[in-house]
């Protein structure tokens, strides 16, 4: 059963196998085309390897709170604090690759090819709204107590936020269309 979380994990899935994409497509356009490609491979498997740890994480709190049902205070919170650390834990993480999914994307747009750019303007975007999110997340499920995960996810995600947004616009005027696909030529 997915969550919040596991929904993040899956929008940054899609974000890396646009990239995997455009890497496969700019060999011609970039010597690190292949490096690219096996990096964008891989933070895919690794926001599908999160995906399912989200919807594990929220399946486990889930159970740990009908389990603790009938204790009090803290008692209860030492019973549910292990299954609440993965609630945090794992958006965290989430977080944390959406922003090398960004710095990727970024590195596409700029070097690979450039009728793939708006693809890897697409890859940031949604990879930085993914990790903005499971932030959110993060402060939700700490329950307004005070972690320094909170902070550090927030900073990522503001960082990864700001470096998107800078792909969006060195994307502009590309020899893109606004699907991504080549221009014809006129005739």
């Known amino acids: 059963m997915p969550a919040g979380g596991s929904a993040t994990a899956a929008v ?12 496969r497509l700019s060999a011609a356009h970039w010597a ?16 599908e390897e999160l995906l399912e740890a989200d919807a594990n ?7 740990a709170r009908r389990s603790a049902k009938g204790l009090r205070g803290k008692e209860r919170d030492r019973a549910v604090a292990p299954a609440r650390e ?3 834990d794992v958006p965290l993480g989430i977080v944390r690759l959406a922003a090398e999914t960004v710095e990727l994307a970024s590195a596409l747009a700029e070097h690979g090819n450039p ?5 890897a303007m697409v890859a940031a ?7 903005t999110a499971a932030a959110r997340l993060i402060a939700v499920n700490l329950s307004g107590a005070r972690d320094p ?13 700001d470096k998107a947004a800078a792909v969006d616009l ?10 991504g696909s080549p221009r014809r030529a006129p005739g």
């Not at 940054?12 to 890497?23: D, R, S, T």
């Not at 009728?115 to 693809?119: G, I, N, Y």
């Not at 975007?125 to 990790?131: D, E, N, R, S, V």
């Open 12 to 23: 940054i899935a899609v974000g890396a196998a646009l990239l995997e994409k455009a890497a």
């Open 115 to 119: 009728a793939l750019r708006a693809d």
């Open 149 to 161: 995960r909170l902070r550090e996810a927030d900073q990522i995600a503001r960082s990864a936020s």
């Open 125 to 131: 975007t949604l990879a930085a709204a993914a990790g």
């Open 32 to 47: 690190s085309a292949d490096a690219a490609l096996e990096q964008a491979h891989s933070l895919r498997l690794r926001a």
């Open 86 to 88: 993965a609630t945090i």
């Open 57 to 63: 994480a929220y399946l486990s709190y889930v159970e």
């Open 170 to 179: 060195s994307s502009r005027g590309s020899a893109a269309s606004p699907a």
